[in-house]
Protein backbone atom coordinates (compact mmCIF):
# COMPACT_ATOMS: atom_id res chain seq x y z
CA UNK A 1 0.00 0.00 0.00
CA UNK A 2 1.31 3.46 -0.88
CA UNK A 3 0.48 6.19 1.61
CA UNK A 4 0.69 10.05 0.87
CA UNK A 5 1.06 11.92 4.84
CA UNK A 6 0.63 16.04 4.31
CA UNK A 7 1.34 18.51 6.28
CA UNK A 8 2.03 22.53 6.93
CA UNK A 9 -1.29 23.86 5.47
CA UNK A 10 -3.18 26.45 7.71
CA UNK A 11 -4.17 30.04 7.80
CA UNK A 12 -2.04 32.81 6.94
CA UNK A 13 -2.18 36.35 6.18
CA UNK A 14 -2.01 37.84 2.40
CA UNK A 15 1.57 38.36 1.54
CA UNK A 16 2.46 35.49 3.85
CA UNK A 17 4.62 32.17 3.41
CA UNK A 18 3.73 28.76 4.10
CA UNK A 19 5.78 25.26 3.53
CA UNK A 20 4.08 22.01 2.52
CA UNK A 21 5.21 18.66 2.88
CA UNK A 22 4.43 15.54 1.59
CA UNK A 23 6.22 12.26 2.61
CA UNK A 24 5.56 8.55 0.86
CA UNK A 25 5.68 5.85 2.43
CA UNK A 26 4.98 2.11 1.42
CA UNK A 27 6.53 -0.61 -1.09
CA UNK A 28 7.35 1.83 -3.39
CA UNK A 29 10.26 1.01 -5.92
CA UNK A 30 10.82 4.47 -7.86
CA UNK A 31 8.55 7.96 -7.80
CA UNK A 32 9.05 9.46 -10.90
CA UNK A 33 7.26 12.67 -11.21
CA UNK A 34 5.91 14.38 -7.62
CA UNK A 35 3.46 17.41 -7.64
CA UNK A 36 0.89 19.42 -6.16
CA UNK A 37 -2.53 20.35 -7.00
CA UNK A 38 -5.19 22.45 -5.54
CA UNK A 39 -8.99 22.59 -5.43
CA UNK A 40 -10.91 25.91 -4.52
CA UNK A 41 -14.51 25.75 -3.49
CA UNK A 42 -17.08 25.13 -6.54
CA UNK A 43 -13.58 24.86 -9.13
CA UNK A 44 -12.13 22.05 -10.78
CA UNK A 45 -8.81 20.56 -9.29
CA UNK A 46 -5.86 22.33 -11.09
CA UNK A 47 -2.26 21.80 -11.34
CA UNK A 48 -0.18 24.02 -9.05
CA UNK A 49 3.62 22.20 -9.98
CA UNK A 50 5.50 19.40 -10.48
CA UNK A 51 9.06 18.07 -10.36
CA UNK A 52 10.11 15.24 -12.21
CA UNK A 53 13.16 12.53 -10.81
CA UNK A 54 15.65 14.63 -12.63
CA UNK A 55 14.49 18.09 -10.78
CA UNK A 56 12.84 19.21 -14.04
CA UNK A 57 10.01 21.51 -12.84
CA UNK A 58 6.76 22.94 -14.37
CA UNK A 59 4.46 25.69 -12.56
CA UNK A 60 1.12 26.68 -13.25
CA UNK A 61 1.49 30.73 -14.60
CA UNK A 62 -0.53 31.68 -11.11
CA UNK A 63 2.16 30.57 -8.98
CA UNK A 64 5.73 31.41 -10.70
CA UNK A 65 7.73 33.29 -9.47
CA UNK A 66 5.98 32.56 -5.44
CA UNK A 67 6.21 29.13 -5.44
CA UNK A 68 8.45 26.98 -5.42
CA UNK A 69 8.58 22.90 -5.84
CA UNK A 70 11.32 20.08 -4.31
CA UNK A 71 11.67 17.19 -3.07
CA UNK A 72 14.33 14.99 -1.00
CA UNK A 73 14.40 11.28 -2.90
CA UNK A 74 15.95 9.28 -0.03
CA UNK A 75 13.00 10.39 2.10
CA UNK A 76 10.12 10.15 -0.83
CA UNK A 77 9.19 13.83 0.01
CA UNK A 78 7.79 16.71 -1.85
CA UNK A 79 7.85 19.91 -0.78
CA UNK A 80 5.97 23.55 -1.95
CA UNK A 81 7.52 26.55 -0.77
CA UNK A 82 4.98 29.36 -1.01
CA UNK A 83 5.89 32.97 -0.92
CA UNK A 84 3.83 36.29 -1.15
CA UNK A 85 0.53 34.57 -0.78
CA UNK A 86 -2.65 35.82 -2.32
CA UNK A 87 -6.48 35.32 -0.96
CA UNK A 88 -7.30 33.31 -4.72
CA UNK A 89 -4.63 30.34 -3.56
CA UNK A 90 -7.03 29.77 -1.34
CA UNK A 91 -7.83 26.03 -1.81
CA UNK A 92 -6.97 22.35 -0.24
CA UNK A 93 -3.87 21.20 -1.84
CA UNK A 94 -3.32 17.69 -2.39
CA UNK A 95 -0.42 15.86 -3.20
CA UNK A 96 0.24 13.69 -6.05
CA UNK A 97 2.76 11.18 -7.03
CA UNK A 98 3.63 8.75 -9.89
CA UNK A 99 5.42 5.99 -8.49
CA UNK A 100 6.10 2.12 -9.46
CA UNK A 101 5.27 -0.34 -6.44
CA UNK A 102 7.99 -3.06 -5.75
CA UNK A 103 7.59 -6.56 -5.40
CA UNK A 104 4.42 -8.37 -6.45
CA UNK A 105 3.16 -5.40 -8.40
CA UNK A 106 6.02 -4.10 -9.55
CA UNK A 107 5.03 -5.37 -12.93
CA UNK A 108 1.84 -3.11 -12.91
CA UNK A 109 4.08 -0.18 -14.21
CA UNK A 110 3.90 3.52 -12.54
CA UNK A 111 0.61 4.56 -11.16
CA UNK A 112 -0.86 7.98 -9.79
CA UNK A 113 -1.76 8.52 -6.08
CA UNK A 114 -2.91 11.19 -4.27
CA UNK A 115 -2.81 12.52 -0.60
CA UNK A 116 -5.46 13.09 1.51
CA UNK A 117 -5.19 17.03 1.18
CA UNK A 118 -3.99 19.84 3.37
CA UNK A 119 -6.29 23.12 3.49
CA UNK A 120 -4.76 26.78 2.78
CA UNK A 121 -6.64 29.67 4.04
CA UNK A 122 -5.05 33.13 2.79
CA UNK A 123 -7.24 35.93 4.82
CA UNK A 124 -6.59 38.76 6.50
Known amino acids: QVQLVESGGGLVQPGGSLRLSCAASGNIFNINVMGWYRQAPGKQRELVAT???????NYADSVKGRFTISRENAKKTVYLQMNSLKPEDTAVYYCNIDARKSGLEYGLGYRAYWGQGTQVTVSS
Open 51 to 57: ITSGDST
